[in-house]
Protein backbone atom coordinates (compact mmCIF):
# COMPACT_ATOMS: atom_id res chain seq x y z
CA UNK A 1 0.00 0.00 0.00
CA UNK A 2 3.09 2.53 0.90
CA UNK A 3 4.30 1.71 -2.80
CA UNK A 4 1.02 2.73 -4.26
CA UNK A 5 1.25 5.86 -2.37
CA UNK A 6 4.96 6.85 -3.23
CA UNK A 7 4.31 5.87 -6.66
CA UNK A 8 0.49 8.48 -6.98
CA UNK A 9 2.91 11.17 -5.32
CA UNK A 10 5.38 10.83 -8.11
CA UNK A 11 3.20 10.82 -10.66
CA UNK A 12 1.35 13.55 -9.08
CA UNK A 13 4.59 15.65 -8.92
CA UNK A 14 5.66 14.90 -12.56
CA UNK A 15 2.05 15.98 -13.36
CA UNK A 16 2.66 19.38 -11.67
CA UNK A 17 6.01 19.55 -13.42
CA UNK A 18 4.84 19.16 -16.67
CA UNK A 19 1.80 21.02 -16.71
CA UNK A 20 3.91 23.82 -15.21
CA UNK A 21 5.94 23.80 -18.13
CA UNK A 22 4.16 22.84 -21.09
CA UNK A 23 1.20 25.81 -20.26
CA UNK A 24 3.50 28.59 -21.31
CA UNK A 25 3.49 27.38 -24.43
CA UNK A 26 0.07 27.02 -25.21
CA UNK A 27 0.15 31.16 -24.70
CA UNK A 28 2.92 31.20 -26.58
CA UNK A 29 1.29 29.26 -29.65
CA UNK A 30 -1.78 31.71 -29.35
CA UNK A 31 0.49 35.09 -29.65
CA UNK A 32 2.85 33.41 -32.76
CA UNK A 33 -0.74 32.64 -34.13
CA UNK A 34 -2.14 36.31 -34.06
CA UNK A 35 2.19 37.51 -35.39
CA UNK A 36 1.13 34.86 -38.45
CA UNK A 37 -1.91 36.51 -39.78
CA UNK A 38 -0.84 39.98 -38.76
CA UNK A 39 1.88 39.02 -41.57
CA UNK A 40 -0.51 37.85 -43.82
CA UNK A 41 -2.17 40.76 -43.76
CA UNK A 42 0.35 42.90 -43.93
CA UNK A 43 1.45 41.00 -47.04
CA UNK A 44 -1.92 41.65 -48.62
CA UNK A 45 -2.20 45.19 -48.29
CA UNK A 46 0.55 45.61 -50.16
CA UNK A 47 -0.20 43.35 -53.02
CA UNK A 48 -3.39 45.04 -53.28
CA UNK A 49 -1.67 48.40 -53.22
CA UNK A 50 0.76 47.17 -56.16
CA UNK A 51 -2.52 45.83 -57.82
CA UNK A 52 -4.18 49.55 -57.93
CA UNK A 53 -1.17 50.77 -58.86
CA UNK A 54 -0.07 48.43 -61.79
CA UNK A 55 -3.78 49.21 -63.42
CA UNK A 56 -3.97 52.45 -62.90
CA UNK A 57 -5.90 52.84 -60.56
CA UNK A 58 -3.33 54.61 -57.67
CA UNK A 59 -6.15 57.05 -56.61
CA UNK A 60 -8.50 54.13 -55.71
CA UNK A 61 -5.83 53.67 -52.59
CA UNK A 62 -7.01 56.19 -50.73
CA UNK A 63 -9.74 53.98 -50.00
CA UNK A 64 -8.21 51.43 -48.13
CA UNK A 65 -7.95 53.65 -45.75
CA UNK A 66 -10.08 52.49 -42.50
CA UNK A 67 -10.79 49.12 -44.26
CA UNK A 68 -11.47 45.78 -43.29
CA UNK A 69 -7.71 43.99 -44.21
CA UNK A 70 -9.24 40.52 -43.70
CA UNK A 71 -11.23 41.17 -46.60
CA UNK A 72 -8.05 40.73 -48.86
CA UNK A 73 -6.79 37.42 -47.45
CA UNK A 74 -8.08 34.60 -49.50
CA UNK A 75 -9.25 32.78 -46.36
CA UNK A 76 -9.98 34.26 -43.37
CA UNK A 77 -8.79 33.15 -39.94
CA UNK A 78 -10.83 30.13 -38.84
CA UNK A 79 -11.49 32.20 -35.81
CA UNK A 80 -12.72 35.30 -37.38
CA UNK A 81 -16.04 36.06 -36.83
CA UNK A 82 -16.82 39.17 -39.06
CA UNK A 83 -17.08 42.87 -39.07
CA UNK A 84 -19.33 43.45 -35.89
CA UNK A 85 -20.97 46.78 -34.42
CA UNK A 86 -20.76 48.54 -31.24
CA UNK A 87 -22.98 46.39 -29.12
CA UNK A 88 -22.11 43.48 -30.98
CA UNK A 89 -18.61 43.18 -30.31
CA UNK A 90 -18.80 43.38 -26.52
CA UNK A 91 -19.96 39.37 -26.87
CA UNK A 92 -17.10 38.21 -28.86
CA UNK A 93 -15.04 35.34 -26.96
CA UNK A 94 -11.98 35.33 -26.49
CA UNK A 95 -9.09 33.96 -28.63
CA UNK A 96 -11.62 35.39 -31.91
CA UNK A 97 -11.20 38.18 -34.33
CA UNK A 98 -13.52 40.58 -35.32
CA UNK A 99 -13.53 43.75 -37.22
CA UNK A 100 -15.22 46.70 -35.10
CA UNK A 101 -16.70 49.28 -37.80
CA UNK A 102 -17.26 52.00 -35.74
CA UNK A 103 -13.52 52.21 -34.53
CA UNK A 104 -12.82 50.81 -37.99
CA UNK A 105 -9.99 48.38 -36.38
CA UNK A 106 -8.99 45.04 -36.52
CA UNK A 107 -9.38 43.54 -33.40
CA UNK A 108 -7.73 40.12 -31.29
CA UNK A 109 -9.64 39.43 -28.26
CA UNK A 110 -6.71 36.96 -26.66
CA UNK A 111 -7.53 34.43 -24.11
CA UNK A 112 -6.78 34.34 -20.36
CA UNK A 113 -3.56 33.00 -20.08
CA UNK A 114 -2.91 29.24 -19.28
CA UNK A 115 0.78 29.44 -17.83
CA UNK A 116 0.98 30.15 -14.01
CA UNK A 117 1.23 34.13 -13.95
CA UNK A 118 0.58 36.70 -11.40
CA UNK A 119 -3.30 37.51 -10.72
CA UNK A 120 -2.89 40.98 -11.64
CA UNK A 121 -1.52 39.68 -14.94
CA UNK A 122 -3.54 42.19 -17.79
CA UNK A 123 -3.28 40.94 -21.52
CA UNK A 124 -3.61 44.01 -23.72
CA UNK A 125 -5.82 43.19 -26.55
CA UNK A 126 -4.29 43.59 -30.21
CA UNK A 127 -5.77 45.98 -32.31
CA UNK A 128 -5.22 46.79 -35.57
CA UNK A 129 -5.46 49.68 -38.63
CA UNK A 130 -5.01 50.10 -42.01
CA UNK A 131 -3.28 53.29 -43.05
CA UNK A 132 -2.02 54.94 -46.18
CA UNK A 133 1.38 56.39 -45.82
CA UNK A 134 1.86 59.99 -47.86
CA UNK A 135 3.73 63.35 -47.95
CA UNK A 136 0.86 65.62 -47.44
CA UNK A 137 1.98 68.23 -50.03
CA UNK A 138 -0.77 70.29 -49.60
CA UNK A 139 -1.69 70.29 -46.21
CA UNK A 140 -5.19 68.81 -46.22
CA UNK A 141 -4.56 66.00 -43.69
CA UNK A 142 -5.84 63.28 -46.38
CA UNK A 143 -4.34 61.61 -49.13
CA UNK A 144 -5.12 63.58 -52.67
CA UNK A 145 -3.03 61.64 -55.67
CA UNK A 146 -2.97 64.40 -57.74
CA UNK A 147 -0.93 66.31 -55.18
CA UNK A 148 0.57 64.12 -52.85
CA UNK A 149 2.97 61.50 -52.68
CA UNK A 150 2.00 58.51 -51.44
CA UNK A 151 4.41 56.02 -49.94
CA UNK A 152 2.39 53.06 -49.27
CA UNK A 153 0.07 51.40 -47.12
CA UNK A 154 0.67 49.96 -43.64
CA UNK A 155 -1.06 47.78 -41.24
CA UNK A 156 -0.51 49.82 -37.96
CA UNK A 157 -0.53 48.03 -34.12
CA UNK A 158 -2.82 50.39 -32.26
CA UNK A 159 -2.75 48.41 -29.29
CA UNK A 160 -1.11 45.29 -28.00
CA UNK A 161 2.13 46.00 -28.88
CA UNK A 162 3.44 44.87 -25.13
CA UNK A 163 2.07 41.38 -25.76
CA UNK A 164 2.73 40.70 -29.44
CA UNK A 165 6.43 41.43 -28.71
CA UNK A 166 6.19 39.11 -25.99
CA UNK A 167 7.05 41.28 -23.07
CA UNK A 168 4.48 40.20 -20.08
Do not use: K, Q
Not at 17 to 24: D, Q
Not at 76 to 83: A, M, Q, T
Not at 119 to 134: C, K, L, Y
Amino acid sequence: MLELVIVIAIIGILVAVAANRLLPYIDEAERISVLRVEGELRSSLVMEAARRIVRGHSTSIAELEGSNPVTLLLEPPENYLGELSIGESEEVPTRHWYFDRHSELLIYRPGIPYGLRTPDTIVDTPAFAVHIEFADRDGSGSFDATRDELYGVRLVRVAGTRWLSGMM
